[in-house]
């Protein structure tokens, strides 16, 4: 009976032994699983980390790019309005001078064409001499047509030139006739044959004038000997 006790303490005892090393076991392996974890979880939360750091030096390189693109077609853009400008600015300046220049064309030739009717009223005028009360009444007639013609020649621009009398300038003169004289400087206009015309400062007609010339050497008389 007693050693049937004893057999079963035994058992028992062993079986406490075994139990315990489960425990053990199993705790450790508990321990070894928790280290995994804590492993495994500190890992991704480190790579959550980092991609959370990197996340914002990705999107400001990204914005950096885009504020660099922005401001290239900015520039792009500012350097073709100031070129149209410009183009366009040179463009209004040249057709403005061009119309002027046109429309300055354009009476030059109107005025020239009236000229010649300045001209005959003048020639008239001084060519003919009335004698009767009839014949002074028609001279005055067109005498004020002739007047009224100049003073709107006038009102527009126009001016006789005053050659008599001033240096030859081929600018404004047209030398027709040269007369050698001591009475004048070489060069000096001596008479007006036709006259002149501006219009401000352009020339319409140059005057046709006669030039003085040096005086030709006088021959000598028969019987003198040269000097």
């Known amino acids: 009976m007693i050693d049937e006790t004893h057999s079963t303490d035994s058992s ?3 079986a406490e032994a075994v139990a315990t090393e489960g425990v053990e076991e199993l705790k450790e392996e508990d321990a070894d699983i928790d280290l995994d974890l ?5 890992d991704e939360a480190a790579q959550a980390e980092d991609a959370e750091a990197e996340a914002p030096v990705a999107e400001s390189a990204e914005s950096s790019r885009q504020v ?9 853009r500012t350097s073709q309005y100031v070129r149209i400008t410009a183009d366009f600015e040179n463009y209004r300046r040249r057709t403005n001078r061009e119309r002027e ?24 005028r001084a060519q003919i001499k009335p004698q ?17 013609l100049v003073d709107c ?21 047209e030398a027709v006739m040269r007369e050698p004289t001591d009475q004048h400087e070489e060069g000096t206009v001596m008479e007006e044959l ?6 401000e400062e352009k020339v319409l007609r140059h005057a ?11 021959s000598p008389e028969p019987g003198e000997n040269p000097e």
Do not use: W
């Open 12 to 14: 028992q005892d062993a």
């Open 38 to 42: 804590e492993a495994a979880f500190g």
């Open 132 to 148: 009767t009360e009839a014949e002074m009444s028609i001279h005055k007639s067109y005498q004020s047509v002739y007047k009224q």
């Open 194 to 199: 036709v006259r002149g015309y501006l219009l």
């Open 208 to 218: 046709m004038v006669k030039v003085a010339a040096p005086p030709e050497p006088s």
């Open 101 to 124: 220049e046109q429309e300055v064309q354009i009476k030059c030739n109107t005025i020239s064409e009236l000229l010649p009717v300045i001209d005959n009223f003048e020639r008239a």
């Open 153 to 173: 020649l006038k009102r527009i621009g126009v001016a006789p030139m005053r050659a008599e009398g001033q240096e030859f300038d081929p600018n404004f003169h």
């Open 68 to 76: 660099a693109d922005l401001t290239a077609q900015l520039e792009d």
